[in-house]
């Protein structure tokens, strides 16, 4: 199975920037792809952005032009890059990792930004 540790959440004013990190271990190697999913309070969660093992990036139309995933395959990690940060955009961000068959999520990190 995947253990996947989420950090960098924090508070941020509109306007700022903040850089999630996803962390993987146990069986990296099976992962095709992994992302980053939010959730607001009342609000369904939601694909941010996702990456898969051959580099291909996918984004939430919202999302796009703000936000960047990244990995660093020799620290098994992938990275959210946030820029022009929203009040909307404050919600809790999981971490997920595919394997066949499966999909694994992390704890979350909170994300709170303020007017």
């Known amino acids: 199975q995947v253990q996947l540790v989420e950090s960098g959440g924090g508070l941020v004013h509109a306007g700022g920037s903040l850089r999630l990190s996803c962390a993987a271990s146990?069986?990296?190697?099976?992962?095709?792809?992994m992302g980053w999913y939010r959730q607001a309070p009342g609000k369904q969660r939601e694909l941010v952005a996702s990456?898969?093992?051959?580099?291909?990036?996918n984004y939430a139309g919202s999302m796009k032009g703000r936000f960047t995933i990244s990995r660093d395959n020799a620290k098994n990690t992938v990275y959210l890059q946030m820029n022009s940060l929203k009040p909307e955009d404050t919600a809790v961000y999981y971490c997920?990792?595919?394997?066949?068959?499966?999909?694994?999520w992390g704890q979350g990190t909170q994300v709170t930004v303020s007017s």
């Open positions: 997920t990792a595919d394997v066949t068959g499966s999909r694994y």
């Open positions: 146990g069986s990296i190697f099976s992962i095709y792809a």
């Open positions: 990456i898969t093992s051959g580099g291909s990036t």
